[in-house]
């Protein structure tokens, strides 16, 4: 199971990144719908969010790979000592390796989401901004995935982050189980129940600006496209999801 879940997180890591990374430079000024409120801040929280993936991801796959027999020992002894704090280090990294359902889906569905992004960079090429825009010679994509739903590439934003806190929330987290900073139980439970707030907090802030930022988009393309938006809004009225919403 620990190559198994070594290779889902190496699967991941690469996805996400690119999925949270700008596929086009920043419009110029005359393309740019005004920034206000939320999405002044888009492009840095994207940036913390790489930022804590790879530090998250990468720990990860240290202590994964010090569970594999393709690790020296010599070099698994070093991981295992300078990383867990245990009175059973192995059976921790035993633990820790294990590929739980919660890992399992939530990995699954991040990488889905990364590579439904990914599609509609593609999809809608040097159009797709961070930023809300309207290019020069802008028009109005709805083939692809937007000819599902009208707001995919923020699907696969929900799903993405939907996945990632499933993964740092299942209960083999090992960012605290080989934490030298928690070597005692209680401590390592304060700590996963930290996690998870901040990580529910996080998600319920990122969902109520996504909202909001559909409306403001969905509004601009109205704005610009008129009738031609008006038909495509009827004829793929899901925003995320088909048939849901």
């Known amino acids: 199971m620990v190559t198994e879940k070594l290779l889902l997180l190496l699967v991941m890591l690469p996805a996400q990144h690119y999925s949270m990374t700008p596929p086009n430079a920043r ?69 820790i390796s294990s590929l739980t359902p919660t890992f399992l889906v ?63 929330l299942s209960p083999n987290l090992l960012i605290v189980a080989l934490s030298s900073l928690f070597p005692d139980s209680d401590s390592k439970i304060g700590m996963t129940n930290v996690l998870r707030c901040t990580c529910v907090s996080v998600f319920v802030g990122l969902s109520l600006g996504l909202v909001h930022r559909m409306n403001n988009e969905d509004a601009m393309l109205e704005k610009n496209f008129g009738e031609e938006w008006k038909e495509w809004a009827r004829r793929v009225p899901y925003r995320l999801i088909p048939w849901v919403y």
Do not use: N
Request: proline residues 5%; positive net charge.
């Open 106 to 168: 939530g990995s699954v569905l991040s990488i889905f989401g990364s590579f439904l992004r990914i599609h509609c960079y593609g999809t809608l090429g040097s159009m797709f901004t961070f930023e809300l825009s309207i290019r020069k010679e802008h028009k109005l994509i709805t083939s692809g995935a937007y000819a599902i739903v009208r707001h995919p590439s923020y699907t696969g934003g929900l799903g993405t982050g939907i996945g990632l806190f499933l993964c740092i």
């Open 27 to 95: 419009p110029p000024s005359g393309e740019l719908r005004k920034q206000v409120g939320w999405e002044l801040v888009i492009p840095r929280v994207a940036m913390l969010l790489r930022a804590l993936l790879w530090s998250w991801a990468l720990l990860e796959c240290v202590g994964l790979f010090a569970a594999t027999d393709y690790c020296p020992p010599g070099l698994s002894q070093s991981i295992v000592h300078h990383l867990v704090r245990s009175g059973d280090p192995q059976r921790t990294l035993t633990h």
